[in-house]
Structure formats: structure tokens, C-alpha cells
């Protein structure tokens, strides 16, 4: 799923919601974000921590990954934390027999952030490109 495939999504009986989707801050700041977000996820492959670099996004207290990017500081509407694939099975919140097709699932982490967005409504894994 695209970032573009959330935004355009909109819950049932609220088709002219006038408050402004949180997924439009997050691709601004993802847009501000994407050069320090690359750097992080091409470190983190370099140095053999992981082939698959998922980067958190979030609005709350999340205790997941380490923050690279924090909202507060940056006055932006999203901190980001990075994490991996490996951390994610290990708390269950990938399947261990679900680790091979989200494997086949996962873009080129050259050309594309894994995100793990987490609004209240729930949490969903998005692909956003780099350029």
C-alpha cells in the first residue's frame, strides 16, 4: 500500500470532513524528512544491521525502534523512529511465519522508506518513495 492509497481514503459517512487528514502533515514531513531517513536506512544496511530498515511514524509515546527524528525538535507533526524487521518479529508484531512474505512485499529500500504509520485508528506499513 501507497502513502497516496491512505490519503485518498476516507471513513464511512464522513466524506466532507473539514479537519485535515494527519496523513497530509505526515507526507509533508516525510518530505522534509526523506534525505535524513535515506542516510539512516543506507547506515543501517551498511553497517549489517538489516537488510530491511522500517522507519516508525508516529504522533504519540511510542517505545519502538530509537528516535532519529523527533517532532518536538524539529517543530514538525511526526517523529520518526528507525527500526528493523528483525525488531519487529522479535516483538511479534510481525509473525515469525509472516516474515517472508512481508520480505517479498518490501521495496527497494534504496528507492523507498518502509513505514510503520501509527494513528489512533490503528497502525498500517507503507511504502513511500524517496524521489
Known amino acids: 500500500m501507497d502513502l497516496q492509497d491512505l490519503l485518498n481514503k476516507q471513513p464511512e459517512g464522513e466524506e466532507n470532513k473539514k479537519s485535515e487528514s494527519p496523513l497530509l502533515s505526515l507526507k509533508r514531513d516525510l518530505d522534509f524528512y526523506k534525505e535524513s531517513i535515506q542516510e539512516v536506512s543506507v547506515e543501517m544496511m551498511a553497517e549489517g544491521y538489516t537488510l530491511y530498515p522500517i522507519f516508525v511514524a508516529h504522533q504519540h509515546q511510542v517505545e519502538l525502534g530509537e528516535v532519529i527524528l523527533d517532532r518536538e ?44 504509520v501509527i494513528v489512533p485508528e490503528g497502525a498500517n506499513f507503507v511504502f513511500y518513495p524517496y524521489k
Not at 523512529?81 to 511465519?97: M, T
Open 73 to 116: 525538535e524539529l517543530n514538525t507533526a511526526w517523529t520518526i523512529h528507525a527500526s528493523s524487521l528483525e525488531e519487529f518479529v522479535e516483538r511479534g508484531l510481525i509473525q515469525s511465519e509472516r516474515k517472508d512474505y512481508f520480505i517479498k512485499q518490501f521495496k527497494p529500500a534504496n528507492a523507498f522508506m518502509c513505514l510503520f
